[in-house]
């Protein structure tokens, strides 16, 4: 098993930066390929972004590639999403997941799948 846990969420002006840091403990974290996906309100979750286990490659929704980083600290067991110039567009729940699938499944992940972990969530809310 493996809990995810995240933090850095708030209430944040259109503009600003914000790092999202995930915790994960339970498993060898440089085994698990980690991600982050969103879920604005009223729409469904959907990815974000994907690093690989040793933190060399990452892979990016189109839509948020330019203005979003992903990266891991194997050493500390936490990966981080840096988004830069938010936008009142980007207010969501940013949940960060884990998988034991493989590095390009990390988009699919899903709640259903027993190799396929999440967190509980963190608020952004970006306000105009």
């Known amino acids: 098993q493996v809990q995810l846990l995240e933090s850095g969420g708030g209430l944040v002006q259109a503009g600003a930066s914000l790092r999202l840091s995930c915790s994960a403990s339970?498993?060898?974290?440089?085994?698990?390929?980690m991600g982050w996906f969103s879920q604005p309100p009223g729409k469904e979750r959907e990815f974000v972004a994907a690093i690989a286990s040793n933190g060399f490659s990452s892979y990016y929704s189109d839509s948020v590639k330019a203005r979003f980083t992903i990266s891991r600290d194997n050493a500390k067991n936490t990966v981080y999403l840096e988004i830069n110039s938010l936008e009142p567009e980007d207010t969501a729940v940013y949940y960060c997941a884990a998988t034991a699938r493989g590095f390009n499944v990390m988009s699919a992940a899903t709640t259903d799948h027993p190799d396929d972990y999440w967190g509980q969530g963190t608020q952004v809310t970006v306000s105009s």
């Open positions: 339970g498993r060898a974290f440089s085994t698990l390929v």
